[in-house]
């Protein structure tokens, strides 16, 4: 028996202004893609350990990952779609396929990448060799992704904690499914329906409930596994919105009533993911009347785990034009003013606009004057549970600039924001902040919720905001909730 496993996972903002570059998502093929992954709290980590237990040969075929960002460049995309095809290719009668992605990668002219990659690897594999995916809980579950995976096994959590538990999960119902003692049949239901981020975790609310009903009916043997899919809401593609899948045991009608019962939930609930923001200059004089620190500042329309690019100068003007004397920390993706300062050099005194290079629609630069306090090479590693935990990370080279009080960490390109281990790498400690400042609608929670006093998320404009309706949506189903308030679902529900 050979299983052969591969990971090529990203997230797209179709709204953002920063192209996805073949070489964002560090790609290493065959026993590289084994060795970045082993002993790892990934998706991939998940099949490994799985299937090393039970003696299976692993066939590693690549593991690819990108920070979200806009649409993949088209020939970079047929680059790592075909470097992909050819490895699969290359493993010597496979038994079956896991394989990790996301779920809302996109490319130019190729809306649904998951469903484009699933079409080759039937191609390569025929239509009777098992492919387990794993999706992420923001996932655009297509009709393509339904027809070409034999079963879907989304996260269940968010802050995404679980992304290794997701893998052992699909690994050990692949096994099930080659010996024989399961027969996985999905249900889909899709929904006219985006919801945004910042109210979607699943520690509470509606989220919450959806999910904890789904885990018990896997516990009761009603599925095999229960996904709901509460899509990331930045995608302006023809194929959107939200949607349930249920893997159940070879009983379709089962899966059917199970799937239907809780997209009707999912629905109804739809009005309790609204989400109410704070105005920057509000937030800081809130946190200032909050005793201790840090008092966590989510600028969520900047995500950079959403697809934004980092460059934000909304938060920051309102930081500065507050002149606070306690410190804060914040971060920045900005090229030209990590080389302006890189030829400055430590101690140094440099005044510079920083900001609002990517995204000029919504920011636009901020002049400051600050010492340069460390140049860095940009290379750390994430600790807390989530994305790439224990993996390398580089964000190109950093410079750390002191603006009055406020610790700027800027970097030459995006990374994600919701590990504390960002600052810490770099020389500032969040528990000694008065403010610290995430690019992040939710995924901060895991890491930065026990240690936060009070937590706000500030309303600035940005490719990522929570305020959909201000984003220039063409291609989206209409109607579609909230764009289209009065939005009906239809009966029966959309499969």
Known sequence: MTIAIAGILQESNTFSPVKTRYQDFSPVFGEKALERHRGKATEMGGFIEVLSAARVRIAPVCAAWAITAGRMIRRDYDRLAGEFERHLARVRRPTALLFAMHGAQTAEGVDDVEGALLTIARRVLGDTVPIVVTL????????AMIEHATAIVGYHTYPHVDLYETGVKAAHLLLRTLAGNVRPVMAFRKLPMIVPAENMQTTSGPMHRLIERGKALERRGGALAVSVFGVQPWLDIEEMGGSVVVVADGAARRADATADSLAQRFWESRHEFDVRLTPPAQAIQQALRVPGGPVLLSESSDSTGSGSPGDSTGLLRALLSARLREPVAFFMVDPDAVDRAMRAGVGKSVTMAVGGKFDRVHSRPVRVTGRVRLLSTGLWTPRARGYNTGIETSMGRVVVLDVGSIRMLIAERSTMTVDPELYRSHGIEPLDMKIVAV???????????????????????GVSTANLRTL???????????????????????R
């Open 439 to 461: 690019k992040s609608p939710n995924g901060f929670r895991a890491a930065y919720e026990p240690i936060a006093k009070k937590i706000f998320l500030v309303d600035t404009p």
């Open 136 to 143: 992420d809980l923001h996932a655009n579950v297509t009709r």
């Open 472 to 494: 220039p949506y063409t291609r989206v189903p209409r109607p579609i909730y909230p764009l289209d308030p009065n939005t009906r679902l239809a009966a029966p529900l959309a």
